[in-house]
């Protein structure tokens, strides 16, 4: 028979409440670090890198396009851009095929 079988009983029960404080402490430190790893994915870097796409996407759209449909440019600059009246600048750009233009006004934003 193994030596935790003989035992006192009070050793015993103290060497289990051990054990299962050590369990106890260990969940808890995951649950914080997964917690912590949650908050890190905060929408504030990933909206920001969403904007890069999109301004990528966008600039990527206007280069290989023969003809660029107004609706199209105005939409994929929505994505990062909230102001109407810079969306119209889009729409109005892209229905006068101002290549130019449309990369400035990208690369400001």
Avoid: C, W
């Avoid at 029960?13 to 994915?41: A, C, K, P």
């Avoid at 990527?60 to 990062?80: G, H, N, T």
């Avoid at 851009?81 to 892209?94: M, P, R, T, V």
Wanted: charged letters at 30%; hydrophobic letters at 45%; glycine letters at 4%.
């Amino acid at each position: 028979m193994s030596a935790y079988f003989r035992m006192k009983q009070n050793t015993r029960l103290r060497l289990e409440q051990g054990f299962f404080i050590i369990v106890v402490l260990i969940v808890l430190g995951l649950l914080v670090r997964g917690h912590s790893r949650i908050e890190r994915l905060s929408p504030f870097p990933i909206k920001g890198a969403f904007k890069k796409n999109s301004r990528k996407e966008l600039d990527a759209y206007i280069i290989k396009q023969s003809e660029l449909d107004p609706q199209i440019v105005r939409d994929m600059a929505s994505k990062f851009i909230s102001d109407e009246e810079i969306l119209n600048k889009f729409y109005i750009l892209a229905t006068q095929d101002d290549r130019v233009g449309l990369f400035k006004l990208t690369s400001e934003f």
